[in-house]
């Protein structure tokens, strides 16, 4: 399998609680390198934005808010298939449906505040890495 990158979010309901560490530790230990990273707070219409895709769903003003009332950690992560192993890693989007031992099993709240984002393929990945990161930040 080819190595790739992936963009993770670790949302607002985890950094609030201090877990950006704990976290990161689950990258890691599963094989994956965060090659960047950095704390930002979003606008509304930033989250908005990123989370157009969604734009028709019940949850999208919610899941907006919600991506804007606190800090974020915006972070790439590379290793072999990446996108499917922070998939994995990260677990399902309801936490009661999230295998043990993954992130969203441990740590989120709610299928709304769920403590991370993953892309979920290639050519999201691709575009969700843009969307926050320049090519001088990315150092493998
Ligand atoms: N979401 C929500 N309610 C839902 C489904 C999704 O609030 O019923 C939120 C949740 O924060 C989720 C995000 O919208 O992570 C994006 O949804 P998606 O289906 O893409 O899930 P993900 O790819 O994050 O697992
Ligand atoms: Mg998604």
Known sequence: MATE???????PDATKRNLTGKINAKFEDAGLRIVAQKR?????AQAG????VHAERPFYD?????????????????GEGAIAKNREVMG???????????????FA???????????????????????????LELVG
């Open 5 to 11: 990158r992936t963009l993770s979010i670790i949302k």
């Open 49 to 52: 934005e990123f989370y157009k």
């Open 109 to 135: 709240e709610s299928v709304g505040e769920n403590s991370v984002h993953g892309s979920d393929a290639p050519e999201t990945a691709a575009e969700e890495i843009a969307y926050y990161f320049s090519g």
């Open 62 to 78: 919610e899941l907006c808010d919600f991506m804007a009332s606190a800090p974020v950690v915006v972070q790439v992560l590379e």
């Open 40 to 44: 930002i707070h979003l606008t509304k």
């Open 92 to 106: 399902a989007t309801n936490p009661a449906d999230a295998n043990p031992g993954t992130i969203r099993a441990e």
